[in-house]
């Protein structure tokens, strides 16, 4: 049975105030008062109600209490002090109880939002994150400006042929990717390339997805039966601008048979003398060892690009590698020079890596590249696809930072030319 006594709006929905504002802290007509639950007994009372006192009721609005007698009820929690009326014309906060006033504390404003200059500082630093390009659309913006589907964007080419030698006598250093990535990255920018395969395991003929399967015309004819140079050159597939010589399990034994070969040690320069100049960049790519093959590569070159794995081990190698150069230089070919240098399999979390570049770069000086190659998965990934990392996945780390070198080599061509032009 529903108790007379109840608060008049309780459980209904509150009537408006005398200036239209009803409290919205409270729901109930008047001015920051809560509605009064039904009565309870005081539980100093013997059973009985003691009149005007409520248990949980509204400050103030005891129930029981008939229209105009005074409230002196008790509220838990709340003291016995009377509540004095609220002037008309006052703002909700103020119709609020002075005890609940003092207990909530009112909330202070945002120091950058009560201060014009830092909100509007925020808001600029908010737009210029909005402007920039997110992650995705720079790594799409990348891959369309190493793949170059226009031909917009190109390449210095060099005003005569430049025979590149990818050598290091260390193995696993780098030695065929760097000379897949750097020629299919000129090659895409609107430079003639022509990789020629010495390494007996032909890895970069797998990379360029040329056939270098047993009877295929490879170097090996080139090398020991002379024959010409565009009889075994095959174009690489879906790159126009870009050659490759295969190398297939015959050249395995070409050290062994051409030890009794006339002029052994030029063989290769004659076949890519006799092409003329149709190529603006050849690159070699040599086998990881200073046999015959690899003599060959640096006789028939004019420059030599060393990749250097960022370790100790690669450092030894380096030394022996510039003393035979030396001697190549002295007894076969005076226009040999080691014109770049390119770190590789660079670890930014390793303090081995800083070492060892700040040795090269100290020894080398500005024969070193500014772009270095990082360890990445892409690059590892790209030969199981016979692709390279520049077409396997042009948005990777890998392939920018080929794409960077690259630039570098031909820029440096150009500069180099204009120079000598000069003197």
């Known amino acids: 049975m529903r108790d007379d006594n109840l608060h008049e709006g309780f459980g209904q929905a509150p009537a408006p105030h005398a200036d239209g504002n ?6 109930i007509e008047g001015w920051g008062v809560r509605p009064s639950a039904p009565s309870v007994p005081h539980p100093r009372d013997d059973g009985g109600n003691r009149p005007g006192t409520t248990r949980g009721a509204g400050v103030g609005l005891p129930s029981g209490v008939p229209d105009g ?46 201060n014009p200059e830092s909100e509007a500082s925020m808001t600029d630093a908010h737009v210029s994150r909005e402007t920039d390009d997110p992650p995705l659309a720079q790594e799409a913006k990348r891959a369309v400006e190493i793949l170059n589907p226009s031909g917009e964007i190109t390449m210095p080419r060099p005003p005569r042929r430049r025979v590149m030698c990818v050598a290091n006598q260390k193995g696993g250093v780098g030695k065929t990717t760097t000379a897949v990535n750097i020629a299919v990255a000129l090659a ?40 010409p140079l565009n009889v075994v050159t095959q174009q690489v597939e879906g790159i126009p601008n870009l050659w490759a010589v295969p190398a297939t399990i015959d050249l395995a034994g070409a050290e062994i048979e051409l030890v009794s070969v006339v002029a052994r040690e030029s063989r290769l320069k004659r076949a890519i003398d006799a092409a003329g100049d149709i190529y603006d960049y ?26 250097i794995q960022c370790e100790y081990y690669a450092l030894e190698g380096v030394q022996a590698l510039t003393n035979n150069i030396e001697l190549v230089r002295s007894h076969l070919n005076p226009k040999l020079e080691i014109s770049t240098v390119l770190l590789t399999m660079y670890d930014r979390r390793t303090r081995l890596a800083d070492l060892v570049e700040q040795d090269v770069r100290s020894h080398f000086g500005a024969k070193c590249l500014n772009s270095v190659i ?11 696809y016979s692709q390279s990392v520049m077409t396997y996945d042009p948005g990777s780390r890998g ?24 003197v």
């Open 69 to 114: 007698s005074p409230a002196t009820g008790t509220v838990y929690g709340r003291g016995t002090s009377s509540v004095p009326e609220a002037p008309s014309g006052a703002t909700t906060e103020e119709r609020r109880p002075i005890d609940e006033r003092r207990a909530t504390p009112s909330p202070r404003p945002h120091p950058a939002v009560a």
């Open 188 to 227: 895409l920018h609107g430079n003639r390339v022509l990789v020629i395969d010495l390494d007996p395991q032909g890895n970069a003929s797998t990379g360029l997805n040329v056939p270098h399967h047993s009877g295929v015309p490879d170097v090996y004819d080139c090398l020991i039966d002379s024959a």
């Open 374 to 384: 990082p360890r990445n998965v892409r690059v590892s990934e790209a030969p199981s």
């Open 22 to 27: 009803v409290s919205r802290e409270t729901g």
């Open 282 to 307: 050849v690159f070699i790519d040599c086998p990881p060892s200073l046999g015959l093959l690899t003599v060959n590569a640096l006789v028939a070159a004019e420059e030599v690009l060393i990749p």
């Open 399 to 422: 392939a920018v930072s080929y794409f960077e070198a690259a630039q570098e080599i031909a820029l440096r061509g150009a500069q180099g030319a204009q120079v000598g032009g000069a």
